[in-house]
């Protein structure tokens, strides 16, 4: 081997490792398969599908939050898979029902999706709970005694705060479906006979009765139920409506007084007005309203005008009534109308 033959092969034995890694890189670029990292409000499954530092909340990448203000303008910092929470998408934010929010949220009054609260403690910091739902100090606008507003009103005649029982809501609602909603907007939403009266289906059209008082009698005034002034935050009609079908052991006429459920701020007074056809042989000091609860009369305190014939007693809500004797055995012992 010449001497330049000797040169030209150690020069290319130096070569070869550069030539190799040159090599290597280039079919590692070739071949790699790295994921794209996903955008704001892009499809996710993992914080890792997502460019840091956004973080995947409800299958989107969203922005963390602590506080409503670390969001941009107009988005709220709500809970994802606490202890995470995330500034709300403006896709997430509109309703119309529960369903229609991300899972955790409801449909607030305003129809904005909104974490569920009991208190304020259940929401993040400056915000509040109101009407089962969180919202920030800001969206009060310095009135916190005046709720959010609703799309059609205030809160007061709106829907969605969290229930399981009627007595858990504000006038005029009701529970429905677990969310305190309108129980009617029009007659058409009610069964055939009712009317939908302060957005409560109720028999007929009832005497609307005010903050001022009144009084609602039945059946040519056999029956009379005398609410006081201020014992209303409104304007209510209310119907006494007779059932065909309640507990055994009513003594004469029992009625349904609607819109059952609803509360006084201070007593009413029904009155019942007996025959003697009705009561037969009892005694008239036996005598006692009662309300019906499940198969079983519950005694209210009343007072007995054998003279008059009248049976009275102090009413705290609405419900259905009727006259027992406390002798019956169907009658619970006599006791306060809570």
Not at 133 to 154: H, I, K
Not at 162 to 169: K, M
Not at 283 to 293: I, K, Q, Y
Request: negative net charge; hydrophobic residues 40%.
């Amino acid at each position: 081997m010449t001497i330049r033959a000797a040169k030209h092969r150690a020069t290319l034995f130096a070569l070869l490792p550069l030539g190799m890694a040159a090599l290597v890189t280039s079919f590692g670029a070739c071949g790699n398969d790295a994921p794209v990292l996903k955008a704001l409000a892009e499809g996710c499954l993992l914080n890792t599908d997502c460019n840091a530092p956004l973080i995947c909340a409800f299958r989107k990448c969203h922005q963390a939050c602590t506080a409503s203000r670390d969001c941009p303008a107009g988005q709220r910092c709500v809970a994802s898979d606490r202890p995470s929470y995330v500034c709300q998408l403006a896709d997430e934010r509109n309703c119309v029902r529960n369903s229609d929010c991300v899972e955790g949220q409801v449909c607030g009054i305003d129809q904005q999706c909104r974490d569920q609260c009991v208190t304020a403690r259940d929401c993040l910091r400056d915000q509040v709970c109101t009407s089962g739902t969180c919202a920030d100090l800001a969206e009060f606008n310095g009135d916190l005694d005046g709720g959010l507003a609703g799309a059609d009103g205030p809160a007061e005649t709106s829907t969605g705060q969290p229930c399981l029982y009627t007595s858990e809501c504000p006038m005029p609602l009701v529970c429905l479906s677990n969310v305190c909603s309108y129980e009617c907007l029009a007659a058409a939403d009610c069964v055939a006979g009712e009317d939908c009266v302060n957005n409560r289906c109720t028999p007929g059209s009832g005497t609307l009765i005010g903050t001022t008082g009144g009084t609602v009698t039945a059946a040519g005034g056999k029956l009379s139920l005398t609410i006081p002034a201020g014992a209303l935050r409104s304007d209510v009609a209310i119907a006494i409506v007779p059932l065909e079908a309640w507990p055994e052991g009513a003594l004469g006429l029992v009625v349904d007084i609607q819109p059952s459920g609803l509360l006084f701020t201070t007593p009413a007074s029904l009155t019942y007005h007996y025959e003697a056809a009705e009561i037969g042989s009892v005694a008239d000091g036996s005598l006692h309203l009662a309300t019906a609860v499940g198969s079983n009369w519950i005694a209210l305190t009343s007072m007995v005008d054998s003279t008059a014939r009248t049976v009275t007693a102090s009413l705290e809500h609405l419900s259905v009534y009727g006259l027992i004797s406390v002798d019956a055995p169907a009658a619970a012992p006599a006791q306060p109308n809570r």
